[in-house]
């Protein structure tokens, strides 16, 4: 199945998001599973300020990181990131789960630049 991690850290050292980043894709790796590629977006403003770890945060480094693995395995990859105390917030999306659906997509993960939702409705395809 594919999935897409994506994570916000703890603003500050990029070695720090690097080592998350790599510590994700070593366990993916280890169980048998497929790394298709890593996005840095950078750091950004969170939506709201947001607590965690006894600590508040008002920006965060995202990155995101497509993936394909076993269910058990992502769930594993999201109990190792809830434990650390560099992250922010993450969640895992499903892409897909049979061949067909996820056979054309890319490792990287653009940003959508459409500034009405009707542009990236038109620009999308059906």
């Given at each position: ?39 840095n ?12 770890h006894q600590?508040?945060y008002?920006?965060g ?37 049979k061949l067909?659906?996820v ?15 009707s542009?990236?409705?038109?620009s999308?395809?059906?």
């Amino acid at each position: 199945m594919l999935y897409e991690l994506i994570a916000i850290v703890r603003p500050g050292s990029l070695s720090e998001v690097r080592e998350i980043a790599r510590n994700a894709g070593a366990q993916v790796i280890r169980s048998g599973g497929v790394v298709r590629g890593y996005t840095n977006w950078g750091t950004f403003r969170l939506p709201k300020v947001t607590t965690k770890h006894q600590a508040r945060y008002s920006e965060g480094h995202h990155f995101i990181m497509r993936f394909d693995s076993s269910g058990p395995v992502q769930a594993s990859v999201r109990r190792t990131l809830g434990l650390d105390p560099r992250m922010i917030n993450f969640s895992v999306v499903k892409l897909g789960d049979k061949l067909a659906e996820v056979k054309d997509v890319e490792g990287k993960a653009g940003w959508n630049n459409a500034r009405h939702i009707s542009d990236s409705i038109s620009s999308s395809q059906f």
